[in-house]
């Protein structure tokens, strides 16, 4: 689904990421854990289509399309959903409003029906009970005065509106206490599906817990530089970074 | 230039015979001639025009608003849905008592020219009194072609159910002079939208005076909307004059013009008084929009809070200037200024000036005005939700405008104004 070959990327003159590899199977869940500033949020940015990202060399394709040239919606009209690990506020914006933007926008790229005012509304509700948001969320403003897990929870909400072929999570876990981090895991767990791929950037093991990868990587220095089975989590909790960084 | 406009109202003015023939208002109308030869034009040199471009309207031959397209009479004063007000209709300047509601013991309306003795006395006492000295010549200029206005009264002690809507619309080219008294007796409660709305293509002129009163205790929802487009020059003046412990919220709406200025004054006559003013003015294309809100506090413990929010694009400019002049007696006012703009283009102009003139040591002030451009990471988050960059710029510019319109509690007059922002925000070239 995802294949992403010899990537090296950067922002303003500043090389990041430095020729790293990574293919993700359709129904994989793939969990990508470093040392901070190692380059993960970059990979997410540079994978989503953030301005001032400078590709240098390498390829992102999702099913053989490359994604590497398109404008950040277009590749959501493929199917990337990036949750930011810092989701952005958007006052006077109702959550109802911008997710009905956004569904519309998405759905009638892929090609589905562009569900009527009523269904959507039973949509949104549903899935904000699933991520255990009060339905006063859907009414205010984008993220405007939401608490840190509350944000979070709205980025799975979100992800549960738009389905998604591929999604990428960069530290959704950080900041959300145990009752949140559930929450959060159930929603990804919920979405599971053999024609859906999950990239789950985590700094810690933690979040691994509830959603069991198939695949572990450790980035560090711009590259992927060890990779294993969900056993690697572990390793890494107990071990720190140092020993992979000091073996890369 | 400025002599043509001058020259040709001046002449207007001297042979000019109102609508429904009334005479008893000609003393003001004479008094409204002489100040307005004596007064200045606009121009860069005045301060209070400095950041306006009034040079399309100075070299105008000003002419009186002809007869009425009634086609455009219908489509403008329809029903705003779920709305549900008391409604008084002004057609190009002339209040028409057909196209309004009926009125009964809580809110009624009367035409200055079918004022009886007692009207006319409360009409004389009010008119022209509540706008504080200084010059105004386009106040001047609607006092020298004062026509048919309306007297609005609330019975003290009422508390209106639905709003009251004062509409005024432009079918026809010329210059128009609504012209509206407003009194809210004491202890009443009241919501009162004064709308003004022009044909699109309709080089209309209006020099639109209102005057409220609110009475002890009163409380006013005073909404205040002027919807311009190209070719409409809309120029405003709005006094609201508060009694004792009253409380007055202003929702101020000023989109598009050729020229869309409002004055808005608060004068706080009555301590103990709440004054909440929210506001928003846009200009894209040419359009030129301005808001001067002076607020007078002239007497000790009062409260103001003002929240605006401005926008220019494309080549429009957007003025704000507020004042808020805490008077020596006003000891124990709180007043808090807070004015947030957007330049969405390198050919737009905005300018927002906050000024307070303290007199009172014993206060409690603030103000605050921003100018910034719609934040790059919002609308790369909107974009990774499948909007376009168009579409997230326009919902970022809605949003930070429709902050004002939720602060409306009416709900069905901020869903009307929802249309026209829309289509303020789309498609605009800011290149
Ligand atoms: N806007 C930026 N300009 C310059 N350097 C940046 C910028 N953003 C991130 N970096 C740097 O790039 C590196 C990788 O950052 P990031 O991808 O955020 O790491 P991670 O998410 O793994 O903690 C860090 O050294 C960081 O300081
Ligand atoms: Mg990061």
């Known amino acids: 689904m995802l294949k992403v070959e010899n990537l090296c990327a950067g922002i303003e003159e500043k090389t990041i990421l430095q020729g790293l590899n990574i293919t993700v199977n359709p129904g994989e869940v793939h969990a990508i854990m470093g040392p901070n500033g190692a380059g993960k949020s970059t990979l997410s940015y540079v994978l989503g289509g953030r301005p001032g990202y400078e590709v240098s060399s390498g390829s992102a394709e999702l099913d053989g399309v490359d994604l590497l040239d398109m404008e950040p919606e277009d590749r959501a009209k493929e199917g990337v959903f990036l949750a930011f690990q810092y989701p952005v506020e958007v006052p006077g914006v109702s959550n109802m409003e911008f997710l009905k933007a956004a569904v519309e926008s998405v759905y009638a790229a892929r090609g589905w029906d562009v569900p009527s005012t009523v269904d959507f509304m039973k949509l949104a509700r549903e899935a904000c009970a699933q991520v255990q948001l009060p339905l006063d969320f859907l009414k205010r403003g984008v993220n405007e005065g939401f608490s840190g897990g509350e944000r979070k929870r709205n980025e799975i909400l979100q992800m549960m509106m738009l389905k998604p072929k591929l999604c990428l999570l960069d530290e959704t876990d950080s900041g959300l206490d145990i009752d949140a981090l559930q929450v959060v895991a159930e929603g990804v767990n919920s979405m599971r599906s053999p024609d859906r791929a999950f990239v789950v950037v985590t700094h810690y093991q933690r979040l691994l817990d509830y959603i069991v990868p198939d695949f572990v990587h450790v980035l560090a220095d711009g590259k992927i530089v060890k990779s294993g089975g969900a056993e690697l989590a572990l390793e890494l909790e107990e071990k720190g970074y140092g020993w992979i960084e000091g073996a890369a | ?431």
């Open chain 2, 1 to 431: 230039m400025a002599e043509q406009f001058k020259d040709s109202a001046s002449a207007l003015a001297s042979t000019f015979v109102p609508s429904k023939g009334e005479q008893w208002l000609s003393a003001q109308r004479k008094q409204g001639s002489a100040a307005f030869s004596g007064a200045a034009m606009p121009s860069r040199r005045i301060e209070q025009f400095k950041y306006n471009n009034f040079n399309d309207l100075l070299k105008q031959n000003i002419s009186l608003a002809g007869a009425s397209d009634q086609a455009l009479v219908a489509e403008l004063t329809a029903e705003i849905p779920g709305l549900n007000a008391h409604r008084f209709v002004f057609v190009d300047g002339v209040f028409q008592p057909e196209l309004s509601s009926a009125t009964d013991a809580d809110v009624s309306a009367t035409a200055f020219s079918t004022a009886d003795d007692a009207q006319q006395a409360v009409i004389s006492d009010l008119l022209g009194k509540l706008v504080p000295e200084g010059d105004r010549p386009f106040v001047a200029l609607a006092d020298s072609l004062l026509d048919d206005g309306v007297l609005l009264e609330v019975a003290a002690g009422a508390d209106l159910q639905k709003p009251v809507q004062l509409l005024s619309v432009r079918t026809t080219t010329g210059v128009a002079t609504p012209r509206l008294l407003v009194k809210i007796g004491d202890g009443a409660r009241a919501s009162v939208i004064e709308q003004y709305q022009c044909a699109d293509g309709v080089q209309a002129f209006d020099s639109a005076v209102s005057e409220l009163d609110l009475g002890a205790n009163a409380e006013l929802h005073h909404y205040r909307i002027a919807l311009g487009n190209d070719s409409y020059t809309h120029i405003g003046t709005s006094v609201a004059h508060q009694g004792r412990d009253s409380r007055y919220r202003a929702y101020v709406i000023n989109t598009g013009g050729a020229i869309n200025r409002l004055d808005h004054v608060v004068d706080v006559r009555g301590s103990g008084s709440n004054s909440q003013m929210f506001g928003a003015y846009l200009a894209r294309a040419k359009q030129q929009v301005d808001i001067h809100l002076c607020v007078e506090h002239a007497v000790p413990n009062c409260d103001s809070q003002e929240t605006y929010r401005g926008m220019a694009a494309e080549s429009g400019k957007a003025v704000f200037n507020g004042r808020i002049q805490i008077h020596k007696d006003a000891q124990k006012t709180d007043a808090q200024l807070s004015c947030r703009n957007l330049l969405l283009s390198n050919k737009a102009e905005l300018n927002a000036k906050p000024e307070l003139e303290i007199y009172a040591d014993d206060v409690k002030c603030a103000h605050g005005a921003t100018v910034g451009q719609l934040d790059p990471e919002s609308i790369f988050y909107m974009r990774t939700r499948g909007l376009s960059e168009e579409k997230a710029r326009a919902l970022l510019s809605y949003g930070f405008i429709n902050e004002v319109l939720l602060a409306m509690p009416l709900e069905p007059l901020a869903d009307f104004l929802r249309t026209p922002m829309d289509a303020f925000f789309a498609n605009q070239d800011n290149s």
